[in-house]
Every structure is written in structure tokens, then in C-alpha cells.
């Protein structure tokens, strides 16, 4: 402090911050050495007899042994859901259900220091991220589904909403207990029960969920969690469910919905975006710089509605790289647990993989890569953010999802060629549009094939606010009443063409 007193006031701002090391303590997280598939309200051994290891990414450390359930398991966990729907669960009152919805947002906040650490912990995000995006977005988003439960009559006048039965639902390992909240919560409030499937590299904060169920006394087998890789998965997809919903790449999502063609089984997908995230030359630079950041290098760019297209006007190109390289310099890769980590660790090594194999293929086709000097841990999963320049549209990085902290930079001149560039792409998730001017704004989002679009902000997350894609990002909606529609049957609706 004396020495920076001394310098007075001319003296040059420090062009780095120095930061101690602050992690977070990894106390508050009791975890078992070998879980068991939550069937029924208790935990039990997989028939299968199989286990697998799941791992902290930043170190490759072992954390727990976590059953592979097998189609055996999942038919029973299926029995387990189906019994819970017909003898009680879809004749509870709405207030009823609402009752444990609300419990278990009030647990999930009350409980949100554990379920951050052990997200930080299984899945290599910041627990910056985790403690103040994931944990308070999946309470909320139980709060929001908790309000419907009741409702439900009001939010589909007319068209009498019955719940389906069971859905099984299958997630990701980009935002474990955010999307196991977006899978459940809408589920039950409409009144369905349900089997869920974590992703094999991530299935702590699920297991740990099951605890927060038995807190909130939910009936058992009214939601099952059963553990494993893409085979249970697939296990899941062929039982005896009434409907699926799945996140994760556009690849098994095809693949499901070619097994589920001619049944009668619900499904909505959830998949990839190559998003476009879009800066006009009258936006305030320095605030779209920080959108641009947020907008590639959250959660290390493993996100699906990332934009990691940046489109920039012809007329900033220079002064916009040069901003968004310095402030490149000022990220702090490392330690998940650590407070000061803004880009943490590759959620597994097949993703790291898959991530180094597009960097490659960006520069052998010729586009020009920046890195910001930093050093990356010698053990566990990392890479480094990145920006690729000279990138033309046919490049694998302006096509291909890469699902890592990678940006690549295209130019455009008018707002048609924006538009034209912006969707040229398999995918339509989400866009971010950056300009002073709201007729702009409103211009391109009518012209723009992506079911989100940020204007002058990006990655803005609200229960209340449908969430999908077009063309390969998916069909169907998560988040608002929308959301409720996929978990619901309406008698008489045929009549009225719905
Ligand atoms: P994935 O689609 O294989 O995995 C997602 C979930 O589906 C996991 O729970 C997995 O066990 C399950 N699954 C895998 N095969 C299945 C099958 N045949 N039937 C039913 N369920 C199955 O995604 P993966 O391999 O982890 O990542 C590959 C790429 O997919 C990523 O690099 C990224 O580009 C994209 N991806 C997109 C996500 C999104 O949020 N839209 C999330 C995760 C991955
Ligand atoms: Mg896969």
C-alpha cells in the first residue's frame, strides 16, 4: 500500500494485477467412495455389477466410482417412475406438487455453497460460474416451475393439460445441475415423473441431488436418477418412457430421433450452435468487448448458445481485435476452485481432443491464431482462450461446433451481409446483435434463424424466457410456459388444429 502511495498519481497503472491464490475451501463436499443408481428413493447397486471412475478434470484426480447401469437397470428404474405416477404423483393436487418444488428450490439455495464446490470440483468450471450462475439459475428456474404447478389451466386455457406419464431425459456435462433443473422442474410441475441420465464425466451434482430430494420428502420414484455412459442413454431412449428429452450433440440427437420415428413417444432435442455474435460499428466498443468475452470464454466456451462466431464490421475490425486481445491478456486460466479463475478447466479429455483437433484444422486451412501468454497446469485438462483471425466461412472453425474457448473472427460491410453470414450455418440456437440502434436491433432479429437473440448483452439466462433452436440446434422450447408444453397432453386440442 506505502508503495503504491508513493508512486502519487502520475504514475502509471500496473499493466497486470498480481492475484494471491483464494480457493475455496473443498470441506463443505463429503463424497462417498462408490455412489449407487437412485431408484425408488434409495440408493441401489446396478445390476450391471459395473463401475466407472469419475474424475476432478483439473487434476485427473479419481473422485468417486459410479455405477454403468445397464437396460435392466433403466427397465427398473422406469417400473420405479411409472408405479409413483399411477399410485399418486399425477392424482396429487397441483398445490401439492408445487409444494415440493418450492421445497427443493429452497434446499438447492440453501444447499448452493456444496452443489458449487462439487460442480467446480466434477465439471472444471470456475466456481465463480457455478456459485453465481449455475447454482442460483437452477433454483430459480424450480421457483419459476413451482409457481405453474397450480396454474396450469390458466397457462393453456381451454385445452384441459394432462401430464404424459414418464419422461426420461438424458443431459450434458456443460451445466450439470442447471440442466437436470431445466429437465426436471417442468417436468413435474406438470406432473409426470421421471428418469433422468447425467453425463458420464459429471455425474456428482445429480447423485448429490438425490440427497436434496430426500430432504424435500418427494414421494419416492417420482424422479430416478440412473448413472452411465451413451449406452444407458440409448437404454433409456428404447424403454417404456412416454416421452424423451435430450441435450447434448446434434449427432445423438439425430440417432434418437431416428429410433423414436413412428413411436409414440414425445421428443424434444436440444443440440449444437455455431452462434453469431454480431458488432456494428455505432455499439459501445468497450461494453461489447466484455459480451464478446462472456460470449466465448464462459464456462470455457462449453456452451451451446456460445458465440463463437464473431462478426464484426469492417470499419472497427482493428481497433475491436486490438481491445479484445489486451483484454485476452487479463484472463486468468487455472484452478477451478479458485476465486480469481475466470477460464477454467476442459470438462474431459475426449473434449480436449476434440478441441485441439479443430485448432489444427483452423490452421492448416491458414487462419491466424492468438493466444494470450499464459501458463497452463501441467496436469488435467486445458486450453488456453483463443481467437483465429483471417477466417473465411468454408473454414471447420466457422462451421463446426467446437464446444471450447475458441473465437473465430469474420468481417461483413452491411447489415444484409451480417444477416447472410450469420446464418449460413447448419445451426440456429442463439445470435448476439451489438449496435446503439433499436430499429436495428429489431431488424435483425426478424431476419436472424436462431431461437435466442441477445441484443447489446449475451448469455442472459431467466426461467421465464423459452430457450431452442431451429434447424439442427433442435425443436422445442425449455424455460417460460412454453417449456411446460413438451411435458403435457391436451384432450380436445386436435379439435382446434393445436
Ligand atoms: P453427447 O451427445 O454424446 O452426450 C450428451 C449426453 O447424451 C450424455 O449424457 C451422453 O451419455 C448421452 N448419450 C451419448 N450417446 C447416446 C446415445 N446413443 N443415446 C442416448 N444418449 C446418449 O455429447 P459428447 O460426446 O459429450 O460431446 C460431443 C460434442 O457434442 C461436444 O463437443 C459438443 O460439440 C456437443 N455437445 C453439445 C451440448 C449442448 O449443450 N448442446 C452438450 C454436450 C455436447
Ligand atoms: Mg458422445
Not at 497486470?16 to 455412489?35: H, M, Q
Not at 399410485?87 to 418444488?101: C, F, M, V
Not at 447423485?207 to 430432504?215: E, H, T
Not at 475458441?406 to 447489415?415: A, G, I, Y
Amino acid at each position: 500500500m506505502a508503495e503504491l502511495e508513493q508512486r502519487g498519481d502520475r504514475a502509471p497503472a500496473p499493466s497486470a494485477w498480481e492475484y494471491e491464490s483464494a480457493p475455496e475451501s473443498r470441506e463443505i463436499v463429503k463424497l462417498e467412495e462408490r455412489y449407487g443408481l437412485f431408484i425408488g428413493g434409495e440408493f441401489v447397486q446396478p445390476r450391471s455389477g459395473e463401475y466407472y471412475e469419475t474424475l476432478d478434470p483439473s487434476s485427473e484426480e479419481t473422485l468417486a466410482e459410479i455405477p454403468q447401469a445397464a437396460p435392466e437397470d433403466v427397465a427398473i428404474a422406469v417400473k420405479a417412475a411409472r408405479e409413483a405416477f399411477t399410485d399418486g404423483w399425477s392424482a396429487a393436487t397441483p398445490a401439492e406438487r408445487a409444494k415440493y418444488l418450492f421445497r427443493i428450490a429452497r434446499i438447492l439455495q440453501e444447499r448452493s455453497r456444496e452443489f458449487a464446490v462439487l460442480e467446480s470440483l466434477n465439471g472444471g468450471k470456475p466456481i465463480r460460474e457455478s456459485r453465481d450462475v449455475d447454482l442460483p439459475l437452477a433454483a430459480a428456474h424450480f421457483f419459476y416451475y413451482a409457481g405453474w404447478a397450480d396454474k396450469l389451466e390458466y397457462a393453456f386455457p381451454h385445452r384441459q393439460p394432462k401430464p404424459l406419464g414418464v419422461a426420461g431425459q438424458i443431459i450434458p456435462w456443460n451445466f450439470p445441475l442447471l440442466m437436470l433443473a431445466w429437465k426436471i422442474a417442468p417436468a413435474l410441475a406438470a406432473g409426470n415423473t421421471v428418469v433422468l441420465k447425467p453425463a458420464e464425466t459429471t455425474p456428482l451434482s445429480a447423485l448429490l441431488f438425490c440427497d436434496v430430494l430426500r430432504q424435500a420428502e418427494l414421494p419416492p420414484g417420482v424422479v430416478n436418477i440412473v448413472t452411465g455412459d451413451g449406452a444407458t442413454g440409448a437404454a433409456l431412449v428404447k424403454a417404456e418412457v412416454d416421452k424423451i428429452a435430450f441435450t447434448g450433440s446434434t449427432e445423438v440427437g439425430k440417432a434418437i430421433q431416428r429410433e423414436l420415428a413412428g413411436s409414440c413417444k414425445k421428443l424434444t432435442l436440444e443440440l449444437g450452435g455455431k452462434a453469431a455474435n454480431i458488432i456494428f460499428d455505432d455499439c459501445a466498443l468497450d461494453q461489447a468487448v466484455e459480451g464478446i468475452v462472456n460470449g466465448i470464454y464462459f464456462n470455457q466456451g462449453h456452451v451451446c448458445c456460445a458465440g463463437s462466431r464473431l462478426l464484426v464490421q469492417e470499419s472497427i475490425y482493428e481497433p475491436l481485435i486490438e481491445k479484445l486481445k489486451r483484454r485476452l491478456t487479463t484472463l486468468r486460466v487455472g484452478d477451478p476452485l479458485d476465486k480469481n479463475t475466470d477460464v477454467g478447466a476442459i470438462n474431459s479429455r475426449q473434449q480436449l481432443e476434440k478441441i485441439e483437433e479443430l485448432v489444427a484444422a483452423g490452421q492448416e486451412e491458414g487462419a491466424e491464431i492468438y493466444q494470450p501468454p499464459c501458463r497452463l497446469p501441467e496436469k488435467g485438462y486445458w486450453f488456453a482462450p483463443t481467437v483465429f483471425t483471417n477466417v473465411a466461412q468454408s473454414y471447420r472453425i466457422a462451421q463446426e461446433e467446437i464446444f471450447g474457448p475458441v473465437l473465430s473472427v469474420l468481417t461483413f460491410r452491411t447489415p444484409d451481409e451480417a444477416v447472410e453470414k450469420a446464418n449460413n450455418t447448419p445451426y440456429g440456437l442463439s445470435a448476439g446483435v451489438w449496435t446503439e440502434k433499436g430499429s436495428r436491433i429489431l431488424w435483425m432479429a426478424q431476419r436472424l434463424e436462431a431461437g435466442v437473440i441477445w441484443a447489446n448483452t449475451y448469455n442472459r439466462f431467466d426461467p421465464a424466457s423459452p430457450f431452442g433452436g431451429y434447424k439442427e440446434s433442435g425443436f422445442g422450447r425449455e424455460g417460460g410456459r412454453h417449456g411446460l408444453e413438451p411435458y403435457l397432453d391436451f384432450d380436445g386440442a386436435e379439435a382446434f388444429g393445436g
